[in-house]
């Protein structure tokens, strides 16, 4: 539930702080007073797109900021980002938008993306307008209404169908290119498998080629190598045995040098000393390693034509198929993978075949489900939608909810046969859902879009959201202006269908109607103050006391608020609006207390 809105910098709005009943909460005000900036900042409070020419003139920014009762729901989407609610137990959620274009969003004092209150929406606001009676027309959305009122019922087959679907579309994709293009993964095969054979032959070795280079240089400059390293030698050690004893190697000079120091008997120099010990010792150990190059240096002709031999195959490999031999190698693995994959035999293709038509068998089970399951949740949802048109002025209308199988025609894709008949199977199932209209006695049931004018379609959208109220776990409704079209008798009984729904949910609703506003447990007002060149024209929203409720009835009321006759006809607006709640609530818990003793009984 939202308990609070603050707004500040939001179109006409400075600074605005709405405290919202957990009831019915309606919002009114003249034309242009700034009612619509409210709805705004409930939209962008719930993720939606921020645009720019929504912060007030002159405003660095616009800032929404809505506070919320944290219920498991929201606590979890709160949990998943590592925010926190507040000490009261409720749950602040903040959006920010700049002047300069730039979106931010905070949950429980945290910087989220705006994605995260998008989420935290789904489980908490539900936002209908008259673009919502729009989209009501569409097939799609028609389908997506039955299934929210059926709840688990198709939502659990329909998960199941969807799962087969996307492998027995995979399935059947596979099946057609290995048919259709046989010829050409056959041609694939064959240069897959000329390359194995000779990677095979030539068996390549992880980093084979980096160690032939430098084998190979070695071999083919022994001569070279053997003189560098002799020479680095005789600096070590000087003359061998019988040479001249004048050249002296660094070892022996070393040695020199520490006799001195050591003779000196100063302890700086003997400290010397310590170190030349270290450096005497490392070069005895290169002394001994290039004696062992040395002795395994080796001038080899014929190993060094068996190292180049060996070069020139792997070149021949690189060549081909990548820039080095670990890259062949890794070619090499990727074709034995994709060979596995390319069988075209007659046994292979009927073993695909068979797999598909297996999975089309179980997808039309999961199909058939999902159909039926609707077909009983469409004649529950016609039923008290249609109980709810009786109350909203419209005593001989009907809604009927078709579901509709959609058959496939010649060639369709993702066709399925579903007992005899071949279906189209979407991503949503086989059916198409139609909500039709009998606007009245012996009238041929019509399509919303042809049997249902303005006002008629913003009853049957507010009689839906009724019959769906039990069905929908979202606590906050709002409804911004869906009671266009409608006057007389249909407005009070929208007002006292809007005050039922209150009951099981908090409902926020924006209105022009004067017998929609009486039903308000809490009424809050947009009113405007005049600009000027200096100060242009700003809005505020207030909570109205019993006495200016009356005042602002009156107005609505054909701008009668400075009449006795107006405020007498609106007192007398809410009287039977408090007649009229008082006997619902009196209903709702006698129908409560009544269930309860059936269950005791039963117990």
């Known amino acids: 539930m939202l308990a609070e809105m603050r707004i500040q910098g939001l179109g006409v709005i400075d600074d605005a702080t709405l405290e919202l009943d957990p009831g019915l909460t309606v919002l009114t005000g003249e034309t242009g007073a700034g009612k619509t900036m409210v709805v705004t900042g409930l939209s962008l409070l719930g993720g939606g797109r921020a645009e720019t020419s929504r912060v007030a003139e002159g405003a660095r920014r616009a800032v929404v900021e809505g506070r919320f009762s944290a219920d498991p729901a929201a606590l979890a989407v709160a949990d998943e980002v590592g925010a926190d609610a507040d000490e009261d137990g409720t749950l602040i959620a903040v959006r920010t938008v700049g002047a300069d274009g730039r979106s931010r969003a905070h949950l429980g004092g945290r910087s989220v993306p705006v994605g995260v209150l998008s989420r935290l929406a789904e489980v908490t606001l539900a936002v209908h307008g008259q673009n919502d009676q729009l989209r009501l027309l569409r097939p799609a959305e028609q389908r997506a209404l039955l299934d929210r009122f059926a709840g688990e019922a198709v939502g659990v087959p329909l998960e199941r169908y969807r799962t087969v679907r996307a492998e027995w579309q995979r399935v059947a994709a596979e099946l057609v290119e290995r048919r259709d293009g046989a010829r050409r993964l056959a041609q694939e095969a064959d240069l897959l498998r000329h390359g194995l054979t000779e990677i095979t032959a030539v068996d390549p070795q992880p980093g084979e080629d980096v160690e032939l280079v430098e084998l190979a240089h070695r071999l083919s400059a022994a001569d070279d190598l053997r003189e560098v390293a002799s020479g680095a030698q005789f600096a070590l050690v000087g003359a061998e045995d019988g040479g001249d004893p004048d050249a002296p190697g660094a070892l022996a000079l070393i040695g020199d040098a520490r006799h001195r120091l050591a003779a000196a008997g100063d302890p700086h120099l003997t400290a010397l000393d310590a170190r030349l010990e270290e450096v005497l010792a490392l070069l005895g150990d290169v002394g001994v390693e290039l004696t062992g190059y040395l002795d395994r240096l080796d001038a080899d002709p014929e190993r060094l034509a068996v190292v180049l031999s060996r070069q020139a195959e792997l070149k021949a490999l690189t060549r081909k198929y990548a820039a080095d031999i670990d890259g062949v190698i890794a070619w090499a693995d990727a074709a034995r993978e994709r060979l596995a994959g390319l069988d075209t035999s007659d046994e292979a293709l009927s073993a695909l075949a068979a797999r598909r038509d297996a999975l089309g068998l179980e997808l039309a089970e999961h199909a058939a489900a999902v159909t039926a399951a609707r077909a009983e949740a469409a004649a529950r949802l016609a039923a008290d939608t249609t109980g709810e048109l009786g109350g909203l002025a419209m005593p001989d209308a009907r809604l009927l909810v078709a579901v509709v199988p959609r058959e496939a025609g010649p060639g369709a894709a993702d066709a399925l046969r579903v007992g005899p008949t071949r279906l189209v199977a979407g991503t949503d199932g086989v059916d198409e859902v139609e909500l039709r209209l009998v606007a009245h006695t012996g ?32 606590p906050t ?3 911004d202006e869906v009671d266009a079209g409608v006057g007389g008798r249909a ?3 929208i007002g006292r269908r809007l005050a039922r729904l209150a009951a099981r949910h908090q409902v926020i609703v924006v209105t022009h109607l004067p017998q929609v506003a009486a039903y308000a447990d809490r009424h809050l007002v947009v009113d405007k103050t005049a600009g000027n060149d200096a100060a242009p024209t700003r809005s505020r929203v207030r909570t109205l006391a019993e006495g200016d ?7 609505m009321l054909a701008g009668l608020d400075d009449t006795d006759t107006g405020r007498a006809h609106a007192e007398e607006l809410l009287g039977a609006a408090r007649a009229h709640r008082e006997a619902d609530r009196a209903g709702t818990n006698g129908a409560v207390r009544k269930s309860r003793r059936k269950t005791a009984a039963r117990v």
């Not at 041929?444 to 009724?466: D, F, I, Q, Y």
């Not at 409720?549 to 107005?555: F, K, T």
Request: net charge negative; glycine share 8%; hydrophobic share 60%.
């Open 477 to 479: 409704m709002v409804f």
């Open 443 to 474: 009238a041929a049931p019509l399509p919303l879009h042809k049997g249902a004018s303005g006002g008629e379609l913003s009853r049957v959208m507010l009689a839906l959201e009724v019959a769906l109220a039990g069905a929908d776990p979202v």
């Open 491 to 493: 407005a009070v009984e």
């Open 549 to 555: 409720r009356i005042v602002e009835l009156a107005r």
